[in-house]
């Protein structure tokens, strides 16, 4: 009796890890957006209706989405919990432009039938809404600005911090814009577009850091962890090891094998030199003998 119940769990078992396998390779073919999860929170590229963003060279940092149809220009920067969302129409971003940290990026149909384009070396700040509308070449968008369904806002603009660009207004090129609505306050000089230009490369190389260290595997944050536990309880007048993993030879080095009375850092190996000057090969001894 006891070998039937055995027989009978063991089939049960195998049935219920083969139904398990193939529910899950089911669920797997019915995903629209497949991704790795991470040591940090996945980006999210998701396919809509058929259309799948394109950002290559493009650092998306974690936490953010790109949904739909998205196409981001290379050397450009989308960053932390920004969201880009091309579902009911197109988005299309130049190079070596940055959203900022919490900006969302959307389009138009139903009221309207709007995408979105924002051109090259311009800057949007954090915590803005740009809604089915267009900004040019060279713009600088300060933080939580708003341009709404249908508005233009041309090449060289600069917009103040919290201005809200109307649904369907039209601004003029090289100009400044403050308040709700906006309303011009200035003009932008050459000096306030070369400092457009610095600001996209300084971000350009904030971008490339931040992209090395969301890119690191569990092993290289271990082992950066690991060093920086050892810098900081080494005392300094102690050995110092080369953390990039190659041998560093000191001044006071002895036939190669490190400094007297330190821990050598390296394989434990005959000092070069040392067989001239022992008469040792190996473990013998040149002309007979061994160790």
Do not use: H, Q
């Given at each position: 009796m006891s070998s039937v119940s055995n027989k009978f769990v063991a089939k049960v078992s195998n049935l219920a890890r083969s139904l398990?396998?193939?529910?899950e390779s089911?669920?797997?073919?019915?995903?629209?957006?497949?991704?790795?999860?991470?040591?940090?929170p996945s980006t999210r590229f998701v396919t809509f209706n058929g259309q799948t963003?394109?950002?290559?060279?493009?650092?998306?940092?974690?936490?953010?989405?790109?949904?739909?149809?998205?196409?981001?220009?290379?050397?450009?920067?989308?960053?932390?919990?920004?969201?880009i969302r091309g579902d009911v129409n197109s988005i299309k971003i130049g190079t070596s432009t940055h959203i900022l940290s919490n900006t969302v990026v959307h389009v138009a149909k139903i009221q309207g039938d709007f995408e979105t384009a924002i051109g090259?070396?311009?800057i949007v700040g954090a915590s803005s809404i740009i809604h089915a509308s267009t900004i040019g070449d060279n713009c600088l968008l300060g933080t939580k600005v708003q341009v709404l369904d249908g508005a233009n806002v041309p090449d060289n603009v600069i917009i103040e911090d919290?201005?809200?660009?109307?649904?369907?207004?039209?601004?003029?090129?090289g100009k400044r814009y403050a308040g709700v609505p906006a309303k011009e306050v200035g003009v932008v000089g050459e000096d306030d577009l070369k400092e457009v230009e610095k600001r996209c490369e300084e971000l350009n190389a904030l971008a490339s850091i931040h992209a090395l260290e969301c890119g690191k595997s569990h092993a290289t944050i271990t082992r950066d962890a690991e060093i920086s536990r050892d810098k900081l309880i080494r005392d300094p007048e102690y050995f110092q090891p080369d953390y990039t993993g190659e041998v560093r030879k000191e001044e006071d080095d002895?036939?190669?094998?490190?400094?007297?009375g330190r821990?050598?850092?390296n394989e434990l190996r005959s000092p070069e030199g040392f067989?001239?000057?022992?008469?040792?090969?190996?473990?013998?001894?040149?002309?007979?003998g061994e160790k």
């Open positions: 398990g396998a193939s529910l089911l669920g797997t073919s019915l995903e629209t957006s497949r991704y790795t999860d991470r040591l940090v963003p394109s950002a290559p060279l493009t650092f998306v940092s974690p936490a953010s989405s790109l949904i739909g149809d998205v196409t981001i220009g290379e050397g450009s920067s989308i960053w932390y919990g920004s969201v090259s070396n311009t919290g201005c809200v660009v109307s649904p369907g207004m039209v601004l003029e090129g002895v036939l190669g094998g490190g400094t007297p821990i050598f850092d067989e001239e000057e022992t008469g040792w090969e190996g473990n013998k001894r040149v002309g007979g």
